[in-house]
Every structure is written in C-alpha cells, then in structure tokens.
C-alpha cells in the first residue's frame, strides 16, 4: 500500500494521506541552523548541535505520536482545522504534503478554503522561515483567523526535559509588535535568543502556554484558537511559547501570502544589552528585513533550489527503471548530505541529546556525499582527526558545537582509527588535494600538540600493530563496527551500558573484521605511502599487511566463512562449532572487499554461505542463526530479540559491503538482487508493511527471524546511505574516482542494456554511456574516450572545464 508518489521532476515526494504508518520526516537545512518536520508539520529546530542549542521544544515517544511543530490554525466562525491535518485532525477534503531538497510543503483545504504552508531553511541564514499562502477557492468573502505556534526550548534540550524544579521558574521573554522574543538565561552566561515573527501586524499574541491552550488541553483544541481569541500573555517561567493571532478576510478568488520567521542569533558579549537587561534586537531585525516579503521567498526558495541542482548533478544516471534513478539521482545522494550533517544525532529514533557526532560513522559518511562538498569534506576530516589521540585511538565521539571529544563515551573501539584511513583517500582520490596530508592537527583537541595528517593516518595504522591479541588478530577493545558484540563487557547489572562497561579489563577478544578492514585500509594507506615517495613506509606497512593476510587465513576461516571474532575465552564467534551466531555477515563483506580469498575460492565459498544462510527476501540479516538467550560473553548483540537490530536484523548498513564483494566476484545479478531488495523506492508498494519512508534508507529492517518481517525502523541517520550510494554508484555502476582518474568497472546485471552516467569530476564533465550488447556481467571490451579507444580501465583526468564523451562496450 502507498501513501503518496514520487514528483520525480520536482525532486519530491507527495504524500497525500497524512495518516502515514509513521511520521514520515524531512530535514530543512544544511549549514548551521536546522528543522526537522513531519507529514503533519511536528518537530523542532536547533542551531548546530540538537543537545545543546535546542530552539523549540520536543517530547519523543509521545501520546499520540508526533505531537508537537510548527503548527498553525485556521477558526472560520467556529470552524477549526490545521493545513497539515494534525493537531486538530479535522478531516481535510485536500491534503498533501511535498518534502523536497531542504524544505517541506504542506497543503489542507476546506470548504474551498486553502491554506499551504512552505516551510524552508534558507541557505546562509539562521532561521526556518514559514509562508502561509490563503486561497479563497470558493465563489463567497472569507473571513477567519490564523494562528501559529510554537514552544520554546530552554535551550539545553537534556536539561529542559529534566531539571524542572529550576526551568519551571526562567522563562523569558520579550514581545514588541509582531515578534515574540525567547531570551532565557539570556541575562547570565548566554549570548544567543532566538524570536518568532511575522510580516504583518497582528490581532493578539500568545508567549504562555498555559494561557493559549489552557492548562488541560492538547494541541488539538487551545484555548485561544477555539475561543478566537489571542489572550496577549507575557511568558514568566513555566513555558514560554509563541503564537500570533492573525485576522483575514479574502474576496472570493482571493490569496493572501504571509511569511513567519523563526531566527536564532548570537551576539557579541560586549553588545548584549542595549538597556537595562533588555536584549540586542538588532541582529534580529537584521535577519526580518531580509523575509519582508512573499517575493523574498521566492528568491531564497530559487536559491536553495540551484543548490541541489548543482550539488546532484556530479552524478547523474539515466537508466530504464525510474526506481534506479530516483534513488541514485535524488534522494539517496540527499539522505547522504542529511546523515553528514547529523551523523546519529537528531531523528525521529536518536533523539537529539545523546550521541553527537560518532568517529567512524563520520568517517563513512563522507565516502557518500565527499563528491557533493569536498571543501566541508576536509573540514570534517580535520575536526575528526582532531579528536584522535597520540596513541592512534580515538574518542568514539564529539559534539559538534565544542568539536571536542565526548568524555562519557571514551575510546577504545578498535576499528574507529581505520575509517579515517578511508575517510581521507577518498577524499584525495575525488579531489586530488594531497596538501590535506601535511594539514598540522591537534591530538585529543590541544592545540600545542600536533602533528600532520598523514602522522595521524600512521598512527591509526600503527593502532592495529600496536594492540594484537594471542593469534595477532588485532585486540577488539569495547567494540568493532559491531557496537553491540560487547566481548569484554561481561555485565549482569541493569543499566550499565554495554559499550562503555569493561568488567574484563585487559580483554583479550580479537576481531576478525578488523583484519579484514586492516588489509583493506592499510592498502590505502600504502598506496598513500608510495604516492608520496615514503617507499621506506610503504615497505614496512606491506609486512605489516602480509603478516595480517596470513593470521587471517589461518585463524580467521572457519571452513566455508569468515570466522567473526574470538572471544574473551579464545572461543570463535562466527564458527560452525557454535550454536547459536554461527554467521556474521561483518567479516565476509569486510575480508573479501580486502581481497581476501578471491584468488582461491574462499571469497566464493563465503558469498554461497551469505546467500543460503543470511538472505531472506527482505535483505541480508546480520547473523544467523538469531540469538535466543543471553551470553553474557557476547553482551548487547544477545538481548535483541531475535531479528532485531544487531541480533539476525537486516542491518542495512553492511549489505552493500555484500554487495561489493559479489561484484569483486563479478557477479552483478547477485549485486544487483542484494541492492534492489533494500533499496527504498523498490519498497513503496509495501509502505504499510515497511513503515519507514519509502525515499531513504532505514538503519534496520526486522529479519526472517523476527515477528515481523520486512518492518523497518531507525530512518534518515544510517552509514547504510553513505554505503550504498558508494556500492551502486562506484562498484556496480562502476563509475569511481580514484588518484589518477576516473577508474570504469561496471559489474551489473546480466540483463541490463546500458545506462548513462555524467559525472564531474575535478572539474572536468564526462558523459559516460554504457552498453552491454553481449548481455555480460562485467569486462570491458572497449573504452572510449572521445572518439579515441583506451587501454585499461581508466579514464585520465580531463581539463577543467571540459565536456567528455565515453563510450564503454562491455563483453568479453
Ligand atoms: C549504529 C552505530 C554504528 C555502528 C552500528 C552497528 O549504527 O551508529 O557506529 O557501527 O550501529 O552496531
Ligand atoms: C545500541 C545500538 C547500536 C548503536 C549503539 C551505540 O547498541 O543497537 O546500533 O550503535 O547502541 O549507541
């Protein structure tokens, strides 16, 4: 069942039933200030970071869901409705709601009546701003009111949904004309305040919550809106809110625009005041002067529009099944952007005041968007890099307001340090920008300890050498990529978190997936190495690499898989002998794309166990079979129930390494299957089962183990974006950047024709259209470079600004 269609032509999708099986979001803003709004116009807004700079107040998990937005309200002579059906939920003859590239749209009408409501963050600006567009469809005068609302937060969002005994009492703010100023703890040690206004002068005002919706109402019936009446209340502590009281009359055929600006500013310390405790408007005045008018938005939304256009079009596909090009053109490159701006910090599951950003989700992030914005690309390796300690580890995670390292979640994940490895080549390899190395970057944020980042890379690889457990397979730590394979945890007391508990300290586990990823990356890092002459480097980290292959290949299989790791005990985790977890998906995507046993058929022989013990029709679950009790030596993984999350879920973000690995394997049918089963537009006709958005992935989809199959949860905040716009883009539409140029392998299905791909690249545009006459898999027959056959697979690096043809023949 759907909820809507794809506008492929305006790059949104239309939902037309506001009662989704989910709330089904979008995220407004991609520099500093951000909105995250629902079908039916719920969520809040924050300025960089969701925890610590929270503008308007939200409660997770509510009754009934998703309560709380950017609401507004229309009273036609006692007649209430909302354009986005909710709060009020009376029943709308036309709704719809149009998320897009950076804003939201969202239209109600009744009786002729309607209201559409743009909700957008313009580019460069710290604010959402809001038009309501008023039609009179009917043939009579309208007269009504419209109301807005929102409710403040008191800016720290963990404190404020906690430490009521002092937040009950702060609150305040300051009202002049239209514009309601929210300015708590603005006196003592804050230098921010942020304010809600509209263009036009108003009938009344609300900035108390209590006397707009009356102390026992929801959001379904304020007291304000249901009475027509705007009590003019002055917020003092309890909840500061915002509302404005508009009344409009319309002549049949009639439109009326207003535009609604939520601003957040700062302001030097010294220019706080300007009288007696009164708040520095100026900046804020600064900010409404630029939306005075429905014009002013016209130009920012045509603004924001050329962005996405010039972003996307450094890929482009143009292929026969729409599903394909939506996903690859439009929404899988836009999710990319949304999990670099976010990493796991604020959706409707992460609620914003836990994690911030996390070292290696970061880092694979930016292999799906280093493409769109290579320059905040590189700030992000850099702020990354800088939370990295002299030892090689690295804090787990950093807020990005401080950019500082998170102290309550500490170090010792063992993979983290590699996936700066990747992070940094491919970054390099898409923007040939080598002075990123010899960048000096701090340690553990100090800024009187540095070192360059190529010593930073060194030291991660250095990392895995230095910390070798008793097969020297490199020491597990808290945990690999696998957060909840806890092997050192060993906790029997509620409560305690299984990540950063160590009950055996001096662990011994060993992670098979981090040799793999050693392999893998350390030969980054060598090509690295030798591409900047330190062959004397390079050398030593090939014995390193060498040494790593072999304890792979004589600890880490298991007779027709990878093993997974061994635990606290020495015992295989991801064996045969097992019982229960005798496969983890993990270690076969991470050793075969490492190139480990594509030589002698193990590669192969992993991938048939993949297909026959974790594929089921829905996606690749994670292990199988599925845990059913607790082992306290594996921690997390075994209280999921089984299915689940870590325990036999789909965990999307690991089935595109299956992916790759299969087209190592140049089996593209089986890519292909792997890719189309997971991917979102492929799962719109069954929305109602799947739940989750049917435009972005979705961290977890409920494996053949659970209770329900195929439902889908964690959208928007996954690696699984970033990883599988890298598998389809680069590994079977083969098209990837690479040092030296554009490398082509497409390693597709049998049964595809062709496809066209343009893709810019350092500067240059290439026209790339693939045939495939002779119905092959993968190989190239020829590779043509406007007009002149190549040899190889690589396509050099053409002059800036030039436009190129390629034609690419596969067969054999
Ligand atoms: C979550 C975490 C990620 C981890 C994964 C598997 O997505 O953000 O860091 O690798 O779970 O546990
Ligand atoms: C839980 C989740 C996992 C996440 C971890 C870190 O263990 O299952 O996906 O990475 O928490 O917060």
């Given at each position: 069942?759907?909820?809507?269609?794809?506008?492929?032509?305006?790059?949104?999708?239309?939902?037309?039933?506001?009662?989704?099986?989910?709330p089904?979001?979008?995220?407004?803003?991609?520099?500093?200030?951000?909105?995250i709004?629902t079908?039916?116009?719920g969520g809040y807004?924050?300025?960089?970071?969701?925890?610590?700079?929270r503008?308007t107040r939200y409660r997770y998990n509510n009754v009934p869901v998703d309560d709380g937005g950017?609401?507004?309200?229309?009273?036609?002579?006692?007649?209430?409705?909302?354009?986005?059906?909710?709060p009020?939920?009376?029943?709308?003859?036309?709704?719809?709601?149009?998320?897009?590239?950076?804003?939201?749209?969202?239209?109600?009408?009744?009786?002729?009546?309607?209201?559409?409501?743009?909700?957008?963050?313009?580019?460069?600006?710290?604010?959402?701003?809001?038009?309501?567009?008023?039609?009179?469809?009917?043939?009579?005068?309208?007269?009504?009111?419209?109301?807005?609302?929102?409710e403040?937060c008191?800016?720290?969002a963990l404190?404020d949904n906690t430490?009521?005994?002092?937040?009950?009492?702060?609150?305040?703010?300051?009202?002049?004309?239209?514009?309601?100023?929210?300015?708590?703890?603005?006196?003592?040690?804050?230098?921010?305040?942020?304010?809600?206004?509209?263009?036009?002068?108003?009938?009344?005002?609300?900035?108390?919550r209590?006397?707009?919706?009356?102390?026992?109402?929801g959001y379904?019936?304020?007291?304000?809106?249901?009475?027509?009446?705007?009590?003019?209340?002055?917020?003092?502590?309890?909840s500061?809110?915002?509302?404005?009281?508009?009344?409009?009359?319309?002549?049949?055929?009639?439109?009326?625009?207003?535009?609604?600006?939520?601003?957040?500013?700062?302001?030097?310390?010294?220019?706080?005041?300007?009288?007696?405790?009164?708040?520095?408007?100026?900046?804020?005045?600064?900010?409404?002067?630029?939306?005075?008018?429905?014009?002013?938005?016209?130009?920012?939304?045509?603004?924001?529009?050329?962005?996405?256009?010039?972003?996307?079009?450094?890929?482009?596909?143009?292929?026969?099944?729409?599903?394909?090009?939506?996903?690859?053109?439009?929404?899988?490159?836009?999710?990319?952007?949304?999990?670099?701006?976010?990493?796991?910090?604020?959706?409707f599951?992460?609620s914003g005041i836990?994690?911030?950003?996390?070292?290696?989700?970061?880092?694979?992030?930016?292999?799906?968007?280093?493409?769109?914005?290579?320059?905040?690309?590189?700030?992000?390796?850099?702020?990354?890099?800088?939370?990295?300690?002299?030892?090689?580890?690295?804090?787990?995670?950093?807020?990005?307001?401080?950019?500082?390292?998170?102290?309550?979640?500490?170090?010792?994940?063992?993979?983290?340090?590699?996936?700066?490895?990747?992070?940094?080549?491919?970054?390099?390899?898409?923007?040939?920008?080598?002075?990123?190395?010899?960048?000096?970057?701090?340690?553990?944020?100090?800024?009187?300890?540095?070192?360059?980042?190529?010593?930073?890379?060194?030291?991660?690889?250095?990392?895995?050498?230095?910390?070798?457990?008793?097969?020297?397979?490199?020491?597990?730590?808290?945990?690999?990529?696998?957060?909840?394979?806890?092997?050192?945890?060993?906790?029997?007391?509620?409560?305690?978190?299984?990540?950063?508990?160590?009950?055996?300290?001096?662990?011994?586990?060993?992670?098979?997936?981090?040799?793999?990823?050693?392999?893998?990356?350390?030969?980054?890092?060598?090509?690295?190495?030798?591409?900047?002459?330190?062959?004397?480097?390079?050398?030593?980290?090939?014995?390193?690499?060498?040494?790593?292959?072999?304890?792979?290949?004589?600890?880490?299989?298991?007779?027709?898989?990878?093993?997974?790791?061994?635990?606290?005990?020495?015992?295989?985790?991801?064996?045969?002998?097992?019982?229960?977890?005798?496969?983890?998906?993990?270690?076969?995507?991470?050793?075969?794309?490492?190139?480990?046993?594509?030589?002698?058929?193990?590669?192969?022989?992993?991938?048939?166990?993949?297909?026959?013990?974790?594929?089921?029709?829905?996606?690749?679950?994670?292990?199988?079979?599925?845990?059913?009790?607790?082992?306290?030596?594996?921690?997390?993984?075994?209280?999921?129930?089984?299915?689940?999350?870590?325990?036999?879920?789909?965990?999307?973000?690991?089935?595109?390494?299956?992916?790759?690995?299969?087209?190592?394997?140049?089996?593209?049918?089986?890519?292909?299957?792997?890719?189309?089963?997971?991917?979102?537009?492929?799962?719109?006709?069954?929305?109602?089962?799947?739940?989750?958005?049917?435009?972005?992935?979705?961290?977890?989809?409920?494996?053949?183990?659970?209770?329900?199959?195929?439902?889908?949860?964690?959208?928007?905040?996954?690696?699984?974006?970033?990883?599988?716009?890298?598998?389809?883009?680069?590994?079977?539409?083969?098209?990837?950047?690479?040092?030296?140029?554009?490398?082509?392998?497409?390693?597709?299905?049998?049964?595809?024709?062709?496809?066209?791909?343009?893709?810019?690249?350092?500067?240059?545009?290439?026209?790339?259209?693939?045939?495939?006459?002779?119905?092959?898999?993968?190989?190239?027959?020829?590779?043509?470079?406007?007009?002149?056959?190549?040899?190889?697979?690589?396509?050099?690096?053409?002059?800036?600004?030039?436009?190129?043809?390629?034609?690419?023949?596969?067969?054999?």
């Amino acid at each position: 069942m759907k909820f809507g269609h794809f506008d492929d032509q305006k790059k949104e999708y239309v939902i037309t039933n506001p009662r989704t099986p989910y709330p089904w979001i979008n995220y407004l803003g991609c520099e500093d200030f951000f909105s995250i709004v629902t079908n039916t116009a719920g969520g809040y807004s924050f300025y960089k970071d969701a925890r610590l700079r929270r503008i308007t107040r939200y409660r997770y998990n509510n009754v009934p869901v998703d309560d709380g937005g950017k609401y507004f309200y229309i009273n036609e002579k006692g007649k209430v409705w909302s354009p986005g059906w909710k709060p009020v939920k009376t029943e709308l003859d036309r709704y719809e709601c149009r998320h897009g590239m950076g804003y939201t749209r969202i239209t109600g009408e009744v009786d002729q009546l309607e209201a559409e409501v743009l909700y957008m963050v313009p580019l460069g600006y710290h604010g959402e701003v809001q038009r309501v567009k008023l039609s009179n469809r009917s043939d009579r005068k309208r007269s009504f009111s419209l109301f807005s609302y929102v409710e403040w937060c008191l800016w720290d969002a963990l404190d404020d949904n906690t430490n009521f005994q002092r937040n009950f009492s702060t609150g305040q703010v300051e009202i002049v004309d239209s514009t309601i100023y929210h300015k708590t703890e603005y006196r003592e040690r804050r230098d921010h305040y942020a304010f809600y206004t509209v263009n036009e002068q108003v009938a009344g005002l609300d900035s108390d919550r209590e006397a707009f919706l009356g102390l026992y109402n929801g959001y379904d019936a304020p007291d304000a809106v249901m009475e027509c009446e705007s009590r003019n209340s002055h917020a003092h502590g309890w909840s500061p809110v915002a509302s404005h009281q508009l009344n409009i009359e319309l002549e049949p055929g009639e439109e009326k625009q207003l535009v609604f600006v939520l601003g957040y500013v700062e302001v030097p310390v010294a220019d706080k005041f300007v009288e007696d405790q009164m708040i520095n408007k100026e900046p804020a005045e600064k900010m409404m002067a630029k939306f005075r008018t429905a014009a002013d938005v016209d130009r920012a939304f045509n603004e924001l529009g050329n962005f996405w256009e010039d972003l996307l079009s450094v890929y482009q596909l143009e292929h026969p099944e729409k599903e394909l090009n939506r996903a690859v053109n439009i929404w899988n490159q836009y999710q990319c952007m949304v999990t670099f701006n976010f990493s796991r910090s604020a959706s409707f599951f992460e609620s914003g005041i836990g994690r911030g950003m996390g070292f290696r989700d970061s880092n694979q992030d930016l292999i799906g968007f280093v493409h769109q914005v290579p320059g905040r690309a590189r700030e992000r390796i850099i702020d990354i890099a800088s939370t990295q300690f002299e030892d090689g580890s690295a804090y787990h995670q950093y807020q990005p307001l401080t950019k500082k390292g998170n102290d309550a979640v500490g170090s010792n994940f063992n993979d983290d340090p590699l996936w700066l490895i990747l992070g940094t080549d491919e970054y390099i390899k898409e923007t040939g920008d080598w002075t990123i190395l010899d960048e000096m970057v701090p340690f553990d944020n100090d800024e009187s300890n540095k070192a360059t980042l190529f010593e930073h890379l060194k030291r991660s690889f250095n990392h895995v050498v230095n910390n070798l457990g008793p097969h020297k397979l490199p020491l597990i730590g808290r945990a690999d990529w696998n957060d909840c394979l806890n092997l050192n945890c060993f906790s029997e007391t509620p409560g305690e978190s299984f990540q950063t508990t160590e009950n055996k300290e001096g662990g011994v586990a060993e992670s098979v997936f981090i040799a793999g990823m050693f392999v893998l990356y350390g030969a980054s890092y060598v090509k690295l190495c030798q591409k900047l002459g330190k062959e004397e480097e390079a050398e030593r980290a090939m014995g390193h690499i060498e040494d790593m292959r072999k304890v792979v290949d004589e600890h880490g299989w298991d007779g027709k898989w990878f093993i997974r790791a061994y635990d606290h005990f020495g015992e295989k985790i991801g064996s045969d002998e097992r019982e229960e977890g005798k496969i983890f998906i993990e270690s076969q995507g991470m050793c075969i794309m490492a190139g480990i046993g594509l030589d002698d058929g193990r590669a192969r022989t992993a991938l048939d166990s993949v297909k026959e013990r974790l594929d089921c029709e829905y996606g690749i679950v994670l292990n199988n079979p599925a845990f059913t009790r607790y082992h306290v030596q594996y921690g997390e993984i075994s209280t999921y129930p089984e299915g689940y999350k870590e325990n036999a879920g789909i965990f999307c973000h690991n089935n595109p390494w299956i992916m790759i690995a299969e087209t190592l394997e140049g089996n593209g049918n089986a890519a292909w299957d792997y890719f189309r089963k997971i991917c979102p537009p492929y799962l719109e006709e069954i929305s109602d089962l799947h739940k989750t958005e049917p435009y972005v992935y979705s961290q977890m989809i409920a494996g053949k183990d659970a209770f329900k199959p195929g439902e889908a949860k964690n959208s928007w905040l996954t690696g699984t974006a970033a990883w599988n716009f890298y598998a389809i883009s680069q590994y079977i539409l083969g098209i990837r950047a690479d040092h030296d140029g554009l490398l082509i392998n497409p390693v597709i299905p049998e049964a595809w024709d062709g496809y066209t791909v343009t893709r810019k690249f350092r500067g240059a545009t290439y026209r790339i259209e693939v045939s495939n006459p002779g119905h092959v898999s993968s190989g190239l027959k020829e590779l043509i470079l406007n007009g002149e056959k190549l040899e190889g697979n690589l396509i050099p690096i053409c002059d800036a600004g030039s436009v190129n043809q390629v034609q690419v023949v596969l067969g054999k």
